[in-house]
């Protein structure tokens, strides 16, 4: 069992930046890799980045590639989502995820969950 635990969100200008963390429980946090997803209203959730289990490879979403970084510190059972040129669309619930294995881009492949860090970018 991993239980999450999002923080870090808030409201922040248009080109600002924050960054999100997600703390994991359970001894078995480097065997898992995790994923950041999002929610806006009205909208399916969707995948933002992941991290593999040794952050050896990460992958991006097309809409935050360049802007957002994942990063994990096993040694801390924590990991991060800097997000930098924040825009208005980046407005959602943030979800963090894990699951064992490699990296994956569908929320429904992933095991467990955190209850979400809301973000809100005003224009």
Same mark, same amino acid.
């Given at each position: 069992q991993v239980q999450l635990v999002e923080s870090g969100g808030g409201l922040v200008q248009a080109g600002g930046s924050l960054r999100?963390?997600?703390?994991?429980s359970g001894r078995t946090f480097s065997s898992y890799s995790m994923g950041w997803f999002r929610q806006a209203?009205?909208?399916?959730r969707e995948f933002v980045a992941a991290i593999h289990w040794n952050g050896g490879s990460t992958y991006y979403a097309d809409s935050v590639k360049g802007r957002f970084t994942i990063s994990r510190d096993n040694a801390k059972n924590t990991?991060?989502?800097?997000?930098? &040129? =924040?825009?208005?669309?980046d407005t959602a619930v943030y979800y963090c995820a894990a699951r064992r294995?490699?990296?994956?881009?569908? &929320? =429904?492949?992933?095991?467990?969950?955190?209850?979400?860090?809301?973000?809100?970018?005003?224009?």
């Open positions: 999100l963390s997600c703390a994991a209203p009205g909208k399916e990991m991060y989502l800097q997000m930098n &040129s =924040l825009k208005p669309e294995g490699p990296i994956h881009l569908k &929320s =429904l492949e992933y095991d467990y969950w955190g209850q979400g860090t809301q973000v809100t970018v005003s224009s």
